[in-house]
């Protein structure tokens, strides 16, 4: 649907993670002249220490009906994948009650259908940008997704089942001898690679695409930690702690986790809640050349600069929290009898970044309440995957006035 709108000569875009800076260079390509600001810098958030993970074909729902009987069991438990503190937190409980009500099979196919056509372009948005001067490389490969036993693989084969009956073509194949696999422990004797997916270096990738925006003319700002952002008679007006505030035509709101704080009283229903995930990496005996994927522990690792890179944990607390070491020793524990050839005992480059969570597992996409001001979060585990083509579409909404198909099922109003 049109909105009849004037296409925009300047953005200020929050946030200088995957999603804001995607969102940067497209409109760029439009003709915008854009300003990123981020309150620290780029890819400073959780588009550092992510798993770097490009798996459209594992960009599904997290609330499914086995978390009606996972979740109980986990918050009894510290050391388990989902963490959710013992506190009084109204909003985190509100938040995780709507979560458990999308938690049917219902609700996981409506979604998954929702998702199915953003995923089905996600990398061929990143080729897109490849082919326009983002040096830092995606890496095609076979995921390994190891399991202790047959039954333990049930789940995740469904859901792998489902996502190519919403519409993706998703190929895995039974790996014959687990022990061509390095990394691996002997405990895991059912093992599977997912085809047609990529990774990255998530830190290199997404900082030159910053390098990319710069050359086109963008202006990034570091310590820029926006307070609000509004509109005026003459656009919108972006205020900025101790800083000067800038004027612009319209305004991305890209700030992941913090989107909460800037969306009050934008018309934004949807609740956004800080999933954090920690990750560090470790030495190994031998060069991974694949990802490895443990479900029963949701542990992902990734090569990553001559290392592996240990990624897991969902924790639900507030961004700003300080990293909890004892989630990062609950990794090591859970991985420690499954890995072969990994110092774990020897931890570098140890991160903790937020997701921002949404109760459906669809992002936040469009256009708010407030004319010129627009949102981009909301993703959850999947904003490095579907960062750009989401980038893409909604410039493409900004500077039409038309609301993208693929992009109508994730309206910021909803």
């Known amino acids: 649907m049109s909105t009849g709108i004037t296409k925009p000569r300047t953005a200020v875009i929050v946030g200088a993670g995957m999603t804001g800076l995607a969102t940067a260079w497209h409109l760029q390509y439009h003709g915008v002249e854009v300003t990123v600001l ?7 958030g959780s588009s550092w220490g992510n798993a770097g993970w490009l798996t459209p074909g594992m960009a599904m729902p997290l609330a499914d009906p086995s978390l009606l009987t ?29 979560f458990g009500l999308r938690a049917t099979n219902k609700a996981w196919a409506g979604s998954m259908a929702a998702l199915t056509p953003i995923d089905k ?30 039954k333990e693989s049930h789940h995740f084969l469904h859901e792998l089942r ?41 830190g290199p990738y997404v900082e030159s695409l910053a390098d990319l925006v710069r050359a086109r003319g963008g202006r ?68 991974a050349d694949s990802p490895i994927y443990f479900p ?15 990624a897991g944990t969902m924790e639900f607390r507030r961004p700003d929290e300080p990293l909890q070491r004892r989630r990062v020793d609950a990794i090591v524990a859970s991985v420690r009898p499954l890995l072969s050839g990994v110092d774990l005992d020897d931890l570098q ?19 708010t309440r407030t004319p010129g001001i627009f949102v981009n979060g909301g993703h959850g585990m999947w904003g490095m995957v579907l960062g750009p083509a989401s980038g893409k579409l909604l410039a493409r ?18």
């Open 70 to 98: 996972y979740g109980p069991k986990a918050l009894m438990d510290p050391s388990a994948p989902l963490l959710i503190p013992a506190r009084f937190d109204p909003r985190l409980w509100a938040f995780l009650a709507r």
């Open 220 to 287: 990034i700002v570091s310590g820029a930690r926006v307070t609000s952002v509004h509109k005026e008679s003459a656009g919108v007006v972006v205020e900025i702690a101790g800083q000067e505030r800038i004027r612009a035509d319209v305004a991305v709101l890209a700030a992941g986790a913090w989107l909460p704080e800037l969306s009050r009283g934008l018309g934004v229903r949807t609740m956004v809640q800080a999933g954090r995930g920690y990750s560090f990496s470790v030495a190994t005996d031998r060069p």
């Open 162 to 202: 489902l996502v190519e009956k919403a519409g993706q073509v998703v190929p895995v194949n039974r790996l014959a001898d687990p022990r061509t696999i390095p990394q691996l422990s002997d405990r895991l004797s059912t093992v599977y690679t997912v085809e047609g997916q990529r990774f990255i270096e998530p």
């Open 296 to 310: 029963a522990s949701r542990v992902a690792c990734t090569p990553y600069r001559g290392r592996l890179r240990v």
């Open 397 to 414: 909404q900004i500077v039409t006035g038309t609301v993208p198909a693929e992009i109508r099922a994730f309206d910021p109003l909803r």
């Open 349 to 367: 480059d140890v991160w903790v970044g937020s997701r921002p969570m949404t109760p459906d597992g669809l992002p936040v996409l469009g256009a």
């Open 121 to 150: 372009m996600a990398l061929a948005a990143f080729d897109e940008l490849g082919s326009n001067g983002v040096t830092a490389p995606t890496r095609e490969g076979s995921f390994v997704v190891a399991f202790e036993g047959e």
């Open 38 to 44: 981020d309150r620290e810098g780029v890819a400073a």
